[in-house]
């Protein structure tokens, strides 16, 4: 049925897993309806609790997988926030560097796009944390805008090094395309 498809820019990387294995969507059993994601072979769950919005949003998709040589771990955490306010301060998906992280890099862009209800500002938030052993490269992307489907997606990259990054890079930019967000 129809279903709004989101696809983000990829943010990094160069090259991926092998082509040709089955990916399937998660959660398994999932309706038409609902909100999924596309995870690749080898990948398994882990429990998350993902980080949510400053204002109280439903969760629509809350899922980290781990690679299985444990050297890449992707996450995603969707909310729905069209009915929240329209301030980026509501909308933007909480963050914050663990007991002995730290912040590499933190990168903001927006765009004003116009809408039937007027304009409104589109955000992508970059934030690379260092912790001892990986790297997490995460993305927010949210809209101050009020149309149906509006979202808060949080991507989460973690690599234990340069070379998982590297290997695994396709593989992050098929799993962050092949989010499917469920209409409202």
Do not use: C
């Not at 400053?54 to 955490?77: I, N, Y």
């Not at 926030?81 to 862009?109: C, D, F, H, M, Y």
Request: proline share 6%; hydrophobic share 40%.
């Amino acid at each position: 049925m129809n279903t709004a498809r989101i696809t983000l820019l990829a943010f990094f990387f160069g090259s991926g897993l092998a082509s040709g294995e089955e990916w399937k969507r998660w959660p398994s059993g999932a309706d038409e309806f609902a909100t999924t994601i596309a995870v690749p072979p080898g990948f398994k769950e882990l429990r998350w609790r993902p980080p949510s919005p400053a204002t109280q949003a439903p969760l629509l998709l809350g899922a980290r997988f781990r690679s299985a040589d444990g050297k890449a771990e992707f996450g995603v955490a969707v909310y729905y926030v069209r009915a929240l306010p329209s301030k980026a301060e509501a909308r933007r998906i909480l963050t914050t560097p663990a007991s002995g992280e730290k912040v590499g890099r933190q990168k903001s862009n927006r765009k004003e796009f116009s809408g039937e209800h007027g304009p409104y500002w589109g955000y992508d938030e970059e934030m690379i944390i260092e912790g001892k052993g990986y790297t997490r490269y995460l993305l927010n992307s949210f809209s101050t805008g009020t149309l149906p489907g509006a979202a808060s997606i949080l991507w989460e990259l973690r690599v234990a090094d340069d070379d998982a990054r590297k290997r695994y890079a396709a593989a992050w930019r098929r799993f962050k395309d092949s989010l499917e967000i469920g209409e409202d």
